[in-house]
C-alpha cells in the first residue's frame, strides 16, 4: 500500500491491468491467484482513495467559485503620480 | 446709416459689390451675372435697372478721395487746398484723422469677409477682443518681413451671444486659422484701426483642420501606424492595471474612477497627469505614454487617455502626429475618450478603443472584468464539471474492475475444478472399465517387470508369444473375489503353443510355472 500511495493514478491503472491480464490467463498457478488478487483488491483500493481526495478538492474549488469575486474586490482607488 | 451695396460704372456695365448673396435671385432677374474672379456681379447699364438698383439698396460707389494737398481750417474735410507756391501745406490731426476717417467711410463701409488666424486672444466683459494674424510664411512671402502682419479684432458682447449657437461648435482659440465676417472701424482717437466680428464661418476653420487632419492620417498610414493599435493590441482577459492619462482633479477623472469604484472591482489606476487643452497637451501627452512604455511606473493592461467634453475644436488637440505615433507603438491596448459626441480625433481612430466619455470608457473597463471573470469562472467551473463526471466515470470502472478481479478468481477456481472432476470421472470409467473382465474371470498378461522401473511394461497378447521372441515372463492379472481384489501373479514362460479357437471364444493355452517369490505381496486397486 506504501507503494501505492506513492504511485501516480496512471501507474496504479497500468498495475490493474497488469494483474486483471495475469489472473485471467490459464497458465498462471493457482498459487499465484491469491496473490494476485490481494494485490487487485488493494491496488482498487488505492484507486478509489485516490478518485475521493480529487473529488474532495474539486468540490472544494467549485464551492469557492461564489466566494471567489471576493478576491477581485478591492477598495483600491488608485495612486497618483 | 452704412451702405451695405455699391455700384460703380464700368464701360458700359454696372459692377455690384457689398451684400448681394441675399438678394442674388432678384439681381438674377435683372440679368445680372456673378463673377467669381472678382467676386462680384455685373449688370447692363439702363436707367430702369438704375432704379431697381436703388431699390434694393444699392448706392454708387464713391470715387477715390484725392489726397487735399491743404487742410481745412474748420476741421471740415478739406478740398483739394490751392497750391501757395513757396510755402509746405499743414495739416492738424484732427483734419488728418477725420480724413482717414472719411475715407474708410466711403470704401470700407460694408462688411466683408477675411480670412487669418487668431492670437492674443483675451476676452473682458463678455467682449472678445483678440488679433487676426497672417501665417508668417505668408507674410513674408508677401511683404518680405520679419514681423507677421496682423489686425486687431473686436466680438462685441451682443454679438457673441447672437453666434452662440455657431460659436458652440466653434470657440475662437489662439493658433486656429478662421474666416470672418467684419466690418472696419477706425477710431480717430488714438488712430486704431480695428476690425468688428460680425459673423464667422465655422465651415471654413473646420476645413482647414480637416485638411490638416487628413494629411496625419495619410502620414500614419504611410508608416502603418494607422490601425496598429486595432490589429495588433490584444485586451487582456482582465484589464486591472490602468495608466490613467488625463487632467489631475479634473472631472473627467472623477468620473472615471466613480465608475470603476461603483463596480467593486479591484482596478489599479496609475494616474498620468497631462495637460488635456492647449498647446502643451502634445509635450505631456507623449512624455506620459514614453514613461509607461518605459516600464518604471509599472506594467499596465491598458493605457486610457480621456478628457471631459469639449467643444468640436478642442478635438484638434488629439489631431496630433506625435500622440498618435505614441498611441500607436504603445505595447498595451489604449482607450481613448476624448469626449465628443459627432467627431472623432484622430486619436481616437489610432487607439483600439474609442469612448465617448469617461463614464462610457470605465464601464467598458468594468464590463471587460467582469465578462472576462465570467468566462474564467464558467471555464473552470465546467473543467470540474467534467473531472467530477470522469471520477465517477473512474468509480464505476474501478467497481467493474473490483468485480471482475472476484470474478476471475472464482471462474478460474472453477474451472480447475471442473478440470478435476472430468479427471476423477475418467479415471472411474477407466477403472470400471478395466475392473469388468477381470471380475469376469479373464486374466490380464503383461510383459514382466522391467529391470529399470521394476513395473510390467505393458499388456501383451496371443501375438506377442508367436514371434520369435516371445516374452520370457509375464505378470499375470487376477481377480480375488473374495478380498475384492486384484491378484498380480509373476511367471515364466515354459513353452508357447497354438491351438485352433473354438468358434464362441478365443482358446489360448499358455502353460505356466508359478513361482514361489512371484507372489503378490500387496493388493493393488480398490
Known sequence: MEDNKAASFKDLQSQLQRILGTLEQDSTSLDEIAALLKSGFETVDALRARLGETEAQIENIISLRHNSSAGLIDKNEGESL | MATRRAFTQQGELLKLSGDTFSIKEELKKLGARYDGGQKCWFVSHAEQTLKKLEFLGFLPAPATPELPRQPAADGQLAQPA?????????????QFTLFVDKIFRQHLNFDFWIVGEVSSLKSSGGHVYFDL????????????????????????????????????DFPLADGVRVRLKVTCDFRREGS?????VNDVDPQFTLGDLALKRQQIVRELKRRGLYDRQRMHSRWPELPLRIALITAAGSRAQTDFMNELALSQLAFSVT????????????????????MIASGTQ???DCIVITRGGGSRLDLRWFDDLDICKAIAYADCPVMTAIGHFEDVS??????????????????FLVNKVASGFERLLGGLERAARLAQHKIQRERQILDRIDMRLEQSAKTRL???????????????????TAARPLRMGYTFLRAGKSSTTGQSDRHITADDFLTSAPPQSVEAQLWSATHNAQVLVEMSVVSVRQQPLPVDGLESMVDTKQTPQSLPQEHHGR
Open chain 2, 346 to 363: 484622430i486619436a481616437d481612430e489610432v487607439a483600439s478603443i474609442a469612448e465617448k466619455t469617461p463614464t462610457a470608457a470605465a464601464r
Open chain 2, 133 to 168: 494674424t497672417e501665417p508668417a510664411a505668408e507674410d513674408q512671402r508677401a511683404l518680405n518681413s520679419g514681423r507677421a502682419v496682423s489686425v486687431s479684432c473686436c466680438l462685441w458682447a451682443g454679438k457673441v451671444r447672437l453666434l452662440a449657437d455657431k460659436l458652440n
Open chain 2, 271 to 290: 494616474l498620468f497627469d497631462c495637460f488635456m487643452q492647449g498647446d502643451h497637451v502634445r509635450g505631456s501627452v507623449t512624455e506620459a505614454l514614453s
Open chain 2, 82 to 94: 490751392e497750391v501757395t507756391e513757396g510755402t509746405e501745406q499743414t495739416w492738424t490731426v484732427a
Open chain 2, 192 to 196: 486704431r484701426l480695428s476690425l468688428i
Open chain 2, 298 to 300: 509599472g506594467n499596465f
Open chain 2, 414 to 432: 472453477a474451472r480447475e475444478s471442473d478440470k478435476l472432476h472430468t479427471a476423477l470421472r475418467a479415471l472411474k470409467l477407466v477403472q470400471n
